[in-house]
């Protein structure tokens, strides 16, 4: 494909989603009847402003969801300690209850406005940022185009590509190139990451490591967790987090099998998508499990088998609730998810083979001795029981896991390096403003 011939496809790109604007209040109304919208909010979809813009020099930073909201708090923290201010976007509810708790009305939230030519054009004109920041795999083309367009710098931190995505963008490579070569900078999460993102044409790439290292392990009260455990007492416990259509069948009959051993065994059950908590609460007591649901804080006897963790946000308390994590989509399904968290959380790393999309990061906590692959429901059955038998391998691979945390952290400071070129300006603006008696 041409180089002519790619910017057309994304110039048509542009007018389509300018011509489907009119028709896209039915799905954002279907989204918010789900709880997939704040009603309150649905028009900062459409680019609306709920708040004015601040004077000086601002920063538009994007966090697709919680755990890249999570991530780049430490981030913008540290912009905000520099005296500039920020306009965050997110774009689904629990992530915008992340960043009210976390930031509260030191950052400006809004919900990310649809990749749809009005909508971007009219947020862009409203906030006007100096520079835009935007987290992982968020790749938006016409919102991408828009800020090239007005020769705004963007940033992409914390990058990532897939294998599944970058097969698709080396399928249409020339309209890569011709988007990718809107960013400034692409500061990706590891070498690969780097390699693909300049194998698409984006320039300058370089290799920070993961950012979700250095942003810690996610909060739980600590009274909600001292609960958690006297409910649970001294029983033996396991989970099984992020799992996807399949695996939660897999962790179920992996605990029938270890009940014989453990009969005092709790296996914990933290789905994806907790939106399937009904489904698998059935499933689970078809097959003769006694199941208590978090959504519905329903009480942890003696005798419950299944804890299903049907909530979003609350992945710190499952975790801390445990010293055994197999981390699921790595069993059913392919690219696996991040195992970080488990690993800061002082737990011993289960998952399977299908890894692709967090390869570096499990072949470091392989190597350190902090994971283990697992091929199928009868080894997964007898890694549990060999860790539940045994304490010393047990804290073992606790102990390794966060070495290997700790040998990966600095992505902050590495960030933060590359992103000067564009932030130290315009700190002198801000602080020339402020001489000047303009009001922040």
Known sequence: MSEGWARAVLGAYRWTGAA????????????????KEDPLRRRERYGFAAYPRP??????????????????????EHILSLGINIVLTTGTVTSAGVASERLGDRVLHQYVPL???????????????????????????????????????QVLVNGRLSDRSFRSWK????????????????????????????????????????????????FVPQDVLADFRGRIGNRHVWAAISTHEGEEAVAADAHKLLRTRHPDLLTIIVPRHPERGDALAERFAADGLKVARRSLDEPIEADTDIFLGDTIGE????????????????????????????????TAVLAGRNVQNFRETYQKLID????????????????????????????????AGLAAVDEMRGALERTMRALDPYILPLVVKARLEDGNGRRR
């Open 171 to 218: 399928k249409r490579a020339s309209i890569a190139e011709a988007l990718f070569e809107n960013l400034a900078h692409v500061i990706a999460q590891s070498d690969l990451d780097a390699e693909r993102f300049h194998a698409l044409g984006a320039r300058p790439v370089t290799v920070s490591g993961n950012l979700k290292v250095d942003a810690g392990p996610p």
């Open 20 to 35: 489907a604007y009119p028709l896209i209040g039915g799905y954002v109304a279907w989204r918010a009847s789900k709880g």
């Open 315 to 346: 992945m710190g308390l499952y975790l801390r609730l445990t010293e055994i994590a197999f981390v699921g989509r790595s069993l059913v399904g392919a690219g696996g998810q991040n195992p970080l968290e488990p690993a800061m959380l002082d």
């Open 55 to 76: 004077a000086g020099p601002l920063i538009w930073m994007h966090a697709a969801s919680v755990g890249e909201t999570n991530a780049v708090i430490p981030l913008i």
């Open 115 to 153: 990749d749809l030519k009005p909508a971007v054009r009219r947020f862009l004109n409203h906030w006007a940022p100096d520079l835009a920041i935007i987290a992982e795999s968020e790749i938006w083309p016409m919102t991408i185009l828009e800020l090239g367009a007005r020769r705004v710098p």
């Open 368 to 399: 350190r001795g902090g994971a283990r692959l697992i091929r199928d429901r009868d080894m997964l059955a007898g890694a549990v029981n060999f860790l539940l038998n045994n304490d010393r391998a047990r804290h073992d691979m606790m102990a």
